[in-house]
């Protein structure tokens, strides 16, 4: 059973090709503080899964709490000055921090109900996974009194480092961790012009990517 639940994780959760999977999870393995295994060439730049779980017996999921965590940048006095300086870096006033983790969760939501194989519970059971996600050290790349102002050009409006974990429902244990640092960046790295609209765009771009690699990974379990 454990060698089969690591392949099924490595070549359905985790995107892996098909290989074999010791070439992956051989002794010399990244193992985790709590007993996770990395799983080498996943659909997210870290991957690790605990290699005794047989994870084609889920198929239900509950929701967890979100976390959003914006990187601690200090108000300038005037980020028009600051951004004709070498800063890379910008304050994100309240109003916008709320925009994107309404927009981030709305995204996620969306593309979970999208699932094929995986229905949304309330309720904790044996075929129940608890999704939780955070994005950490999120930061603006946008001049925050700029925006739709002037002609500025960006090929990255903000970077955030997502953490997904996946828990048994009975037990709490998590059985399924990935870390990946992003960009919100422009198609093809081509600068444009900022404005709040196409900054929002791509946030929304950029949590579409990653939602939805989380939900096709969900369902080629039962596949």
Known sequence: MKKLSIIALAVVIAGCAAQDPSLQQGPEAEVTFDGLVRIDHGRFKDSWADPDIDFSKYDKFIPGKAVFEFRAVKKSNSSRLASRSNTSEFWISDKNKERLIEVVTEVFNDELDKSEKFTMTDSAGPDTLILVGALHDIVSRVPPDMMGRGEIYLSSVGEATLILEARDSLSG???????????????????????????????????????????????????
Do not use: P
């Not at 198609?187 to 990517?209: C, D, F, L, W």
């Open 173 to 223: 244990e998590t059985i399924y961790r990935a870390v990946d640092r992003r960009a919100a960046e422009q198609a093809a790295g081509y600068g444009t012009i900022s404005n709040s609209v196409s900054n929002m765009a791509e946030v929304r771009r950029m949590a579409r990517r990653w939602a939805s690699r989380l939900r096709e990974g969900l369902d080629s379990i039962h596949e």
